[in-house]
T-cell receptor, first 112, second 115 residues
């Protein structure tokens, strides 16, 4: 079982819709959770971080964390074609120091 | 946000030569820097973790004598690919963390092509 799992996609949504990206993790000791966006041929860009259960909103992005279910998600409201990218979920576990474990990423396609 | 630079952004070299890639944190001091490699359509693969003033910690399967890492200061880490071969052609990305909340900030990456 992979430590951090994501559906590889592609997830296709129409412009203006809500895109929902999901991630599960295996280590219950995980403490920090991150979402990165990676455009093709570019490096990852940090877009959201979340550390406690519940929702965290930043503009069109909402991160949701449920530690009991070992589940973290990213919602993108009013999706735009420019949101089309691969979204990487990353998790820091208690014994890992500063290391992050990355999921394989979900490719999002927003169609005009 | 925190800014990390990498140089060069793209390099083409002949097989057998060595290539040095620099990673700098521009507006913060990085307690730890990380080096990743990413092949086309694959996920990030952590190569090594580097702390200032100490030896790098390499992931399993990564040859430390081939991928030399030097972390001379809190703002600079270098990765040298020695005796490069075509199979080393990849996208090399560094990241840096301040240690607060474990956030990692990535550099723009270096695309290495070995002929």
């Amino acid at each position: 079982q992979k430590e951090v799992e994501q559906n590889s996609g592609p997830l296709s949504v129409p412009e203006g819709a809500i895109a929902s990206l999901n991630c599960t993790y295996s280590d219950r000791g995980s403490q920090s959770f991150f979402w990165y966006r990676q455009y093709s041929g570019k490096s990852p860009e940090l877009i959201m971080s979340i550390y406690s259960n519940g929702d965290k909103e930043d503009g069109r992005f909402t991160a949701q964390l449920n530690k009991a279910s070992q589940y973290v998600s990213l919602l993108i409201r009013d999706s735009q074609p420019s949101d089309s990218a691969t979204y990487l979920c990353a998790v820091n576990t208690y014994n890992a120091g500063n290391m992050l474990t990355f999921g394989g990423g979900t490719r999002l396609m927003v169609k005009p | 946000g925190a800014v990390v630079s990498q140089h060069p952004s793209r390099v083409i070299c002949k097989s057998g030569t060595s290539v040095k890639i620099e990673c700098r944190s521009l507006d913060f001091q990085a307690t730890t820097m990380f080096w990743y490699r990413q092949f086309p359509k694959q996920s990030l693969m952590l190569m090594a973790t580097s702390n200032e003033g100490s030896k790098a910690t390499y992931e399993q399967g990564v040859e430390k004598d081939k991928f030399l890492i030097n972390h001379a200061s809190l703002t600079l880490s270098t990765l040298t690919v020695t005796s490069a071969h075509p199979e080393d052609s990849s996208f090399y990305i560094c990241s840096a963390t301040t240690g607060s909340y474990n956030e990692q900030f990535f550099g723009p990456g270096t695309r290495l092509t070995v002929l």
